[in-house]
């Protein structure tokens, strides 16, 4: 299957335009189920105002002439309400569309002025759907268009190759930016799924790298991220990281199937993995960055964290655990090179010295948890 290369140039004048109006999210789907962070939804028949660029110059364009279209280019000079998300489509040469609202009809809906303006109708369908947020680009698109595949292959889900990128918010809006990659799939090929729906919690043991090949390792963990969380700005990088400055700590996103591993053994190879007791450190890497956390996502999940912390300090740890907890707010996932480490460079000295023997240890003294 290709890459999902997304052209983003023309989001330019998306992001200025979409900061002056005030979008509809028309709720055009409702959600099937959940399957750890993919929704599937059943999608209605909506109605699209398209246009399809000509060549890779031509993209430039492709807002502009919509906008231009409900802005009252039309046969009736009305002004048409915007409603989000604008849909991309990198498959079709890259065609851009806007959903029409709800009020109109295909025959009541006023005809572009201008003949490049495309309006049809888009049948009811199935997608799968996987959300994230902050700021696009074709790292972070490729990255979540993987994941998307990769839950979906799980499930033996078929898909079509119809890949879409919906962006609901401006590309530089600084808050709770709202963005996904969604593809037509088909119900009846998949697998009975599990009664518990996939949970996701996160956790930072000082480097990320070795957080994430003791999980990886680990039966009923489905997913694992290396990133950023607990931080002061948005979008940090590994070298702002690494100062201290920005607060963040290094944590992976723990996806994981309650039916397969409870959370309360999820917390006890985390805190067997590494030393809670230390503030700022592990081993020989120093840094506000390193630091022991824990960051739930709900309610249920910081009262298991705590209970779990409180067994541990009696029985291991003597009352000396000093692992930060606290919900989460915002996780960043961090640069490709940071993902998959152990894997792809098992032979370094740092992996051969200080993520292999961690990786042993769990086999040895928690076998029944290891893959």
């Not at 000079?77 to 489509?89: F, G, L, R």
């Not at 889900?157 to 119809?162: Q, S, T």
């Amino acid at each position: 299957m290709k890459i999902l290369l997304v052209f983003l140039a023309p989001l330019a004048l998306v992001a200025f335009i979409l900061n002056m109006l005030l979008l509809a999210d028309e709720n055009d789907y409702d959600v099937v189920k959940v399957i750890g962070q993919v929704e599937i939804r059943s999608y209605k028949e909506m109605i699209y105002a398209s246009y399809t660029p000509n060549n890779e110059s031509d993209r430039g364009s492709s807002f502009r002439l919509i906008a231009n279209y409900i802005f009252g280019e039309n046969s009736n000079n009305e002004k048409i309400s915007m409603t989000s998300p604008v849909v991309i489509k990198p498959n079709n040469n890259y065609e851009m569309a806007f959903i029409m609202p709800n009020s109109y009809t295909i025959n009541s809906l006023p005809e572009p002025i201008d003949d490049k303006i495309n309006i049809y109708e888009v049948p009811a369908s199935i997608k799968a759907a996987i959300r994230y947020s902050g700021y696009t680009d074709n790292r972070k698109e490729n990255k979540m268009k993987m994941l998307l595949i990769k839950e979906l292959t799980k499930y033996n889900i078929d898909f079509d190759n119809d890949f879409e990128v919906c962006v609901y918010d401006a590309p530089y809006k600084f808050m709770n930016r709202r963005n996904e990659i969604v593809v037509s799939v088909n119900l009846k090929s998949e697998k009975s799924l599990k009664s518990k729906r996939n949970e996701i919690i996160y956790l930072g043991g000082g480097c990320f790298w070795c957080t994430e090949a003791i999980f990886e390792n680990v039966i009923g963990i489905q997913n694992v991220v290396s990133g950023y969380a607990g931080g002061v700005i948005k979008n940090p990088t590994y070298k702002e990281v690494s100062t201290g400055k920005t607060n963040h700590a290094e944590v992976c996103e723990i996806e994981y199937n309650p039916e397969d591993i409870s959370l309360e053994n999820v917390l006890k190879i985390f805190f067997s993995s590494h030393d809670p007791t230390t503030i700022n450190s592990q081993g020989n890497d120093y840094g506000k960055h390193y630091r022991s956390i824990v960051l739930f996502s709900d309610s249920s999940q910081k009262s298991v964290t705590e209970k779990v912390i409180n067994n541990m300090n009696n029985t291991v740890f003597n009352g000396e655990i000093v692992t930060q907890t606290q919900y989460i707010n915002e996780f960043f996932i961090a640069d490709d090179f940071h993902q998959d480490y152990y894997e792809k460079n098992t032979s370094t000295p740092y992996c051969r010295i200080l993520i292999s023997p961690k990786i042993e240890k769990l086999k040895k003294e928690l076998g029944e948890f290891s893959k």
